[in-house]
């Protein structure tokens, strides 16, 4: 069974704090993904991977940073917490191939900044 | 640039009702079309996808989507209503990085409710 975890289900940090939240997927997928969701706009990309210490920026990345020493971990940095920056973030995972490819999903982690 | 529009940001059906979400499409290019189900304090899960073959596509849970071209539509349906169908769906199309990387655009969900 395919499986993306995340490190925290709930997060409450201190704005200028730096943070980091972490995904892990045993699949042995290529491409992994950072989306933040927030009421009445969806998801939308805030960076991508495609190989190890590889990365491209989605469409939202002001505000973060992302790492990736090895295939399984994806990591999601917000060098200093803003309270703009409270939602729910998604990490997720695919196999490199055809546009077609569906993406697996983390639970999520909710985090606020107070 | 490709983009996803769901009508409706809430939904509401008895048990037992037909349910119709709507999602409409642009795109420039042959699409890949996706719907996902967010159950309460979960992550994403796949329920359906269309990729140029059957247009009439037939998902998990008893849910399926048609692709209708000419209308650019992708509306999922479900005979008959569940009380576990209660969730936020999610229609998303495929678009391609530069460089040939997959990424999906996500139109904004719809909130299901499902009423006794």
């Known amino acids: 069974d395919v499986k993306v975890t995340q490190s925290s289900r709930y997060l409450v940090k201190r704005t200028g704090e730096k943070v980091f939240l972490e995904c892990v997927q045993d699949?042995?997928?290529?491409?992994m993904f950072w989306y933040r969701q927030d009421p009445g706009l969806g998801l939308r990309l805030i960076y991508f991977?495609?190989?190890?210490?590889?990365?491209e920026k989605g469409d939202i990345p002001e505000g973060y940073s992302v790492s990736r020493e090895k295939k399984e971990r994806f990591s999601l940095i917000l060098e200093s917490a803003s309270t703009n920056q409270t939602s729910m973030y998604l990490c997720?995972?695919?196999?490199?191939?055809?546009?077609?490819?569906?993406?697996?999903f983390g639970p999520g982690t909710r985090l606020t900044v107070t | 640039a490709q983009s996803v529009t769901q009508l409706g940001s809430h939904v509401s059906v008895s048990e037992g009702a037909l349910v119709l979400l709507r999602c409409n499409y642009s795109s420039s290019v042959p699409p890949y079309l996706f719907w996902y189900v967010q159950y309460p304090n979960q992550g994403l899960q796949l329920l359906l996808k269309y990729t140029s073959a059957a247009t009439l596509v037939k998902g998990i849970n008893g849910f399926e989507a048609e692709f209708k071209k000419s209308e650019t539509s992708f509306h999922l349906t479900k005979p008959s209503a569940h009380m576990r169908d209660a969730a936020e769906y999610f229609c998303?199309?495929?678009?391609?990085?530069?460089?040939?990387?997959?990424?999906?655009?996500f139109g904004a969900g719809t909130r299901l409710a499902v009423h006794p």
């Open positions: 991977s495609y190989d190890v210490k590889m990365k």
């Open positions: 998303a199309v495929s678009d391609r990085f530069s460089g040939g990387y997959n990424k999906l655009i």
């Open positions: 997720a995972s695919s196999p490199s191939g055809p546009i077609s490819t569906m993406q697996y």
């Open positions: 699949m042995d997928h290529e491409n």
